[in-house]
């Protein structure tokens, strides 16, 4: 291998460190580029080891390595594989022993690494990995052992989230005949150990890290199921366990304010019987007491510094699995055990320390992700509300009694001194919260509230006057509890309540103080999303009930989104949703609105580095564009005077990012034109279809969606020019099984707004691939699109048309496409649209085609379809999937690519391809029927007797609604 290949990859590895944009994404475009070359991920493998290289750039090499293996190891049949054959076994075969010897920033690399490769070949396709790291567990070197464990722990890891499935259980299965003896024989040794070395400071630390890892395995070992090999060991295990948890040693304690390993391993510990209390009670029931008192003296024996977070969290969500499950009643129903865990473990923890006010005031995004995010799953404050609300679960009367009485007392010591005893109103404020909720969600708040809890007259007597404050600064942290408050009980709270306090909230927009500012936001933004109690589908709160709060809202609103220090997610997104409630009242604003959310556009897009701000940035243009668009056309042009600067500069600089925002906007913005449609989409579509764009899956459903547009309102003029390049768009996708249904997309656009005469040429050619690739490979995603396809197809050219065109291809194939698609998956077309359309063009098929009445057999296929169409009026949709069929979500095709996000503002809004002659598919069902039977009198009767008597039931409502008798 030429050192000039490694020299030059390495100048590009440390480019791709650099802060400099204009640097850094050039130097990441040539990785992209050179992934599709043969020996890439060897090449990055070497210089993983390279001794004489700077350990960044290993460091950074090995970084690059596992995101290469993460985009491309798993094999796409739609893709072209970018690793040989070659490379994969180059890899297999020199990974592990590279990641036992290399140092830890690198080892942890490379063992992901091993862990992506292993979701897709182990163990069929790596049959000899589990051996040989069990194998080198042999070797007694301890930092070989801890790279062996890493990595098992790294594969084993998935089992804990995985679904339940055969192949999964013949995996795990595997895993425990090979690994889980020897990872108890080595428990066993590591615990022989802990006690020969506890007094030798660096060779305990390797001993417990390796305790820590074996802690976590049997953590994922046992996820799905305990297994015998662990059952039959339970002794030993759970023995070990209860003494680590009473282990003391100063040499394993942190000095820092991270967590040491002895604190990782209790906490690993209190996670694993959390495990067994859950789930495997009867098996566990010997040994819970005994770990409720270690967990217990533990909690009450640990100080509140952060390093023991994790410890404390994990613990308390022991004791919590423990008093939610009614067998264990006995060890909490003693008031005096209630009180002492009130007052000893929850009181304590639900206080904020001073790192947790440092984080309020220096880092407010992590302090807002853990708090009305939900988050916080391992912070003490999340695990003591799970405690009170597990206690509650059993024992509510009496846990709220014992802390109306904690509440009352700190709130006198509130009153006595409020600058000094804020935390207890704190403390309050987040009690009663968790006290009162007894079921939430994040996308409605509290869904359930306690009757022993008055949340109305709490927010009257406590939040409001607290928030009339007229010193938007003053006690931030109560505030933001007093806001959350009021996001968490929107639903609970009248409207007049909620009314009252949006001029609040807008006020507290103002605030300096960023959590301020951004829960005031958030509850705005919740607020707005409530839903009108008598109607379901409408809003709560309409554009009548915030105009008197409008320059105020919409001002604080834009006074707070800055680029850079201004891309506050809550921020823009409550933006959105004021303009969802306004729709065309926010005209007025529009000149600063757009100048202000374009300054922004054009500032993110030099560097893109928030992705929720940016999306919900896009979905608020959206908003707007549609809402005053349709409202007033001549504002069209303002919005494209505006964005296309910005649209060109993204298609320039490639940031994908935005791209499929941009293609979004574009559809929007095309389909509100009238007629004139501007010069710059007829120099923008040439462009669209260049392969290179559709080769990109995150672009794909946004191209489409343009394209779709294009063909809607341009077909007689920019589309006709280049009908040949859509159609080999429309041949690429339709070769794919995760593209497919965008290809039928694009096929049935074609066919309702393109002028026949254009097609006509081409349709031979276009059935022949679609058959070519149901014959090649069928899925009931294409049959579903086929037969929205075919049916219409049927309705706009006729049904003669498409037999003879199906026939044409094969003689007889009509009835084979009547019998093998038409009748047997039919009732797996979903969408109300697509169903109209299969019902339609059925219906066209039942009554229009002549071959089907000309015999007693083709009658009977006559017969099945009509009840197969009566199937589609009346089952449920059919939504079984063969068992081979495992669709690629557009989202997990691997790659530099971005995703495709949808934004919900720019969904198509699909026209009705009847243009509203057909209101009722039932009536035209038998409108159509009659017109039959008058050209055959007494043989459709006749037909009809031979259908099930359920069917016959329906199909004579329908007749008896459209006032229809055949004859």
Request: contains cysteine; hydrophobic residues 40%.
């Amino acid at each position: 291998m030429s050192s000039q290949i490694l020299d030059e990859l390495s100048l590009y590895l440390e480019k791709t460190l650099s802060p400099d944009p204009n640097v850094r994404r050039p130097a990441e475009k040539y990785l992209e580029q050179m992934e599709s070359n043969e020996n890439f991920g060897p090449v990055l493998l070497v210089l993983c080891n390279k001794q004489d290289l700077a350990i960044h750039l290993r460091i950074s090499a090995s970084i690059t390595f596992k995101n290469y293996i993460k985009r491309n190891w798993k094999v796409n049949e739609d893709c072209q594989d970018k690793i040989t054959a070659a490379d994969r076994q180059s890899v297999k075969s020199s990974i592990t022993d590279m990641m036992l010897t290399s140092p830890e920033q690198i080892q942890l690399q490379l063992s992901d690494a091993i862990s992506i490769i292993s979701r897709e070949d182990f163990p069929e396709k790596w049959p000899d990995l589990l051996p040989a790291l069990v194998e080198r567990l042999k070797t007694g070197d301890f930092n070989v052992t801890n790279g062996i464990l890493r990595t098992a722990h790294s594969i084993f890891k998935r089992y804990r989230h995985e679904f339940k499935s055969n192949e999964l259980w013949t995996e795990i299965k595997y895993v425990l005949g090979v690994f889980a003896v020897p990872l108890t024989e080595l428990f066993k040794t590591l615990m022989g150990l802990v006690e020969q070395h506890s007094n030798d400071a660096n060779a305990i630390k390797i001993i417990f890290s390796s305790v820590l890892l074996v802690t976590k395995i049997f953590r994922s070992l046992n996820a799905q199921d305990f297994p015998e090999e662990f059952e039959n060991n339970m002794e030993t295990w759970m023995t070990h366990f209860l003494n680590l948890l009473q282990y003391d040693n100063q040499l394993l304690k942190s000095q820092s304010e991270e967590a040491g390993l002895i604190e990782q391993v209790k906490s690993q510990i209190c996670d694993n019987v959390s495990l067994f209390a859950q789930n495997y009670g009867e098996d566990f029931a010997d040994y819970l007491p005994k770990f409720v008192t270690a967990v217990w003296n533990l909690l009450t024996s640990t100080s509140l510094e952060t390093k023991y977070d994790m410890l404390v969290s994990n613990a308390i969500q022991f004791i919590s699995v423990v008093a939610y499950r009614p067998q264990y009643r006995a060890l909490f129903e003693n008031e005096e055990s209630l009180k002492s865990i009130c007052e000893k473990i929850i009181i304590p923890n639900l206080f904020l320390r001073d790192v947790d006010i440092e984080t309020f005031e220096d880092n407010p995004e992590e302090y807002i992700r853990k708090d009305i995010e939900r988050s916080d799953v391992d912070t003490r404050r999340r695990a003591a509300s799970d405690l009170v609300q597990a206690l509650c679960s059993q024992f509510e009367k009496q846990v709220v009694a014992i802390f109306s009485s904690y509440i009352n007392a700190l709130l006198q010591e509130f009153s006595g001194n409020p600058q000094k005893n804020w935390r207890q109103k704190d403390v309050v404020l987040f009690l009663v919260t968790t006290l009162a909720s007894k079921g939430q969600t994040k996308k409605y708040g509290a869904t359930k509230t306690s009757e022993l809890i008055d949340v109305i007259q709490f927010y009257e007597s406590t939040i409001l006057p607290d928030l009339s404050d007229q010193d938007v600064n003053n006690f931030p942290v109560i505030k933001a509890d007093d806001m959350r408050y009021i996001s968490t009980f929107r639903q609970q709270l009248p409207k007049e309540c909620l009314i009252n306090v949006i001029p609040q909230l807008i006020r507290y927009m103002t605030s300096n103080i960023p959590v301020v500012h951004t829960y005031a936001c958030h509850a705005v933004e919740r607020i707005l999303t409530l839903k009108n109690p008598t109607n379901n589908k409408d809003n709560l709160f309409t554009a009548a009930d915030l105009q008197p709060f409008m320059p105020h809202l919409l001002s604080n609103i834009m006074n707070l989104l800055q680029p850079v220090t201004g891309e506050n997610e809550y921020v823009i997104k409550a933006f959105m949703r004021v303009c969802i409630i306004l729709q065309e009242s926010v005209e007025p604003y529009l000149d600063g609105l757009i100048g202000k959310m374009t300054d922004l556009l054009n500032a993110i897009s030099k560097n893109p580095s928030k992705p929720n701000f940016n999306h919900y940035l896009f979905e608020t243009f959206g908003i707007l564009i549609r809402n005053i668009g349709q409202k007033n056309k001549a504002l069209i042009e303002k919005f494209e005077s505006n964005l296309f600067p910005i649209f060109n500069y993204v298609l320039e600089q490639d940031i994908t990012e935005f791209i499929p925002y941009e293609f979004q906007l574009l559809s929007l913005l095309l389909e509100l034109h009238d007629q004139n449609i501007p010069s710059v989409y007829f120099d923008l579509f040439p462009f669209l279809l260049m392969p290179a764009l559709w080769e990109r899956p995150g672009y794909i459903p946004a191209l489409t969606r343009l394209l779709q547009a294009y063909i809607q309102k341009a077909s007689a003029t920019i589309v006709k020019e280049k009908i040949t390049g859509v159609l080999g768009v429309f041949q690429r996708l339709i070769a794919s099984k995760s593209n497919d249904h965008y290809a039928c997309y694009i096929l049935n656009s074609l066919v309702e707004h393109m002028p026949s005469q254009v097609l006509s040429e081409y349709f031979k050619q276009i059935f022949m691939l679609l058959f070519q690739r149901l014959t090649g490979s069928k899925t009931t995603k294409l049959v579903k699109n086929l037969l929205v396809f075919f049916s219409l197809y049927s309705y706009k050219y006729g049904v003669n048309e498409f037999m003879n065109i199906v026939d044409s291809l094969q003689a007889g194939m009509f009835l084979m496409v009547i019998q093998n698609l038409f009748i047997s998956d039919l009732q797996k077309v979903s969408g109300n649209l697509e169903r109209k359309i299969c019902a339609v063009g059925v219906t066209k098929i039942l009554t229009e085609s002549q071959v089907l009445l000309s015999n007693e057999a083709n009658m009977k296929v006559w017969i099945s379809l009509l009840e197969s169409l009566i199937g589609l009026f009346e089952l449920p949709e059919d939504t079984t999937v063969a068992d081979d069929e495992h669709f690629i979500e557009i989202e997990d095709i691997p790659g530099y690519q971005a995703s495709f996000n949808q934004l919900f503002s720019a969904t198509k809004r699909e026209p009705d391809p009847f243009q509203g002659q057909i209101p009722n598919a039932k009536i035209f069902l038998a409108k159509s029927l009659e017109n039959l039977s008058s050209s055959v009198p007494n043989m459709i009767p006749q037909l009809l007797s031979q259908l099930s008597a359920a069917s016959q039931n329906h199909l004579q409502t329908y007749l008896n609604e459209s006032g229809v008798q055949l004859r």
